[in-house]
């Protein structure tokens, strides 16, 4: 798939998503309160700021989708979830595993544009 800076392949955006599976994953990690203060010294912020901008980075590179939305929808909410009192750990577990789970619903098209907007086109 051509994006703004050259080619990127399936296999590299697939392990892309990987990777942001595996951010998200810490994001669960960091306020689980089964584990403690084993992360005491993370700073949540920093992570779910820095995880939120890579996405919006690579909705940028790939062009818009519903399904990067929701990831994004639903770290935002995670994020509010977190900074409330008191914390509760059910919902925010709720909303980071459902930005997980949107992570696979984010495809991109051979056009380079998301398979959305593709289906658009075939469809008009």
């Known amino acids: 798939m051509e994006i703004k800076y050259g080619e990127v392949d399936n296999e590299q955006f697939e392990a892309y998503k990987k990777k942001m599976h595996s951010m ?18 993370a700073d949540f912020n920093t992570t779910i700021d820095s995880t ?15 399904a990067m939305a929701d990831v994004l ?4 909410g995670a994020k509010i979830t977190a900074e409330k009192e008191p914390f509760d750990w ?3 577990k709720k909303l980071v595993l459902d930005a997980h789970n949107a992570i696979d619903k984010i495809e991109f ?16």
């Open 52 to 66: 939120m901008r890579k996405m919006v980075g690579l909705n940028a590179l790939i062009g818009p989708s519903s």
């Open 73 to 76: 929808v639903c770290l935002e």
């Open 90 to 92: 059910r919902i925010y």
């Open 109 to 124: 098209s051979a056009t380079g544009r998301p398979c959305e907007e593709v289906s658009e086109d075939v469809e008009s």
């Open 24 to 41: 998200v994953h810490w994001l669960l990690l960091y306020k689980d309160p089964a584990q403690g203060d084993r992360f005491a010294n």
